[in-house]
């Protein structure tokens, strides 16, 4: 089982950028695609941005598209969400996790070993 460690959150101003980190243990993680969600407050978890495990695709909902930018490193078991150009609803908790079964990438079934999220704030 791949466990998973997320960093790089924090307070950020309007148009401002964050690079958030993902840590994988176990040596299968360069096996998997990836995914990155989010869940604002009173809000359900969303999905955020997908890569494949080869990287030779990657998927985001579109409000996040040509802002984020979703990458790894299969070398440092990590994968990473580049966030610029951000926007007060982007404030929300963020989750990566294992994309264990096929589908839309966008459901949250699809997914497990979920990380204990790292919180980004975005202030106007």
């Known amino acids: 089982q791949v466990q998973l460690v997320e960093s790089g959150g924090g307070l950020v101003q309007a148009g401002g950028s964050l690079r958030l980190s993902c840590a994988a243990s176990?040596?299968?993680?360069?096996?998997?695609?990836m995914g990155w969600f989010r869940q604002a407050p009173g809000k359900e978890r969303e999905f955020v941005a997908g890569?494949?495990?080869?990287?030779?695709?990657?998927y985001y909902v579109d409000s996040v598209k040509g802002r984020f930018t979703i990458s790894r490193d299969n070398a440092k078991n990590t994968v990473y969400l580049q966030m610029n150009s951000l926007k007060p609803e982007d404030t929300a908790v963020y989750y990566c996790?294992?994309?264990?079964?096929?589908?839309?990438?966008?459901?949250?079934?699809?997914?497990?070993?979920w990380g204990q999220g790292t919180q980004v704030t975005v202030s106007s």
């Open positions: 890569i494949r495990w080869s990287a030779d695709s990657t």
């Open positions: 996790a294992v994309r264990y079964y096929g589908g839309t990438w966008y459901r949250e079934n699809e997914y497990g070993s």
């Open positions: 176990g040596r299968t993680f360069s096996s998997y695609a």
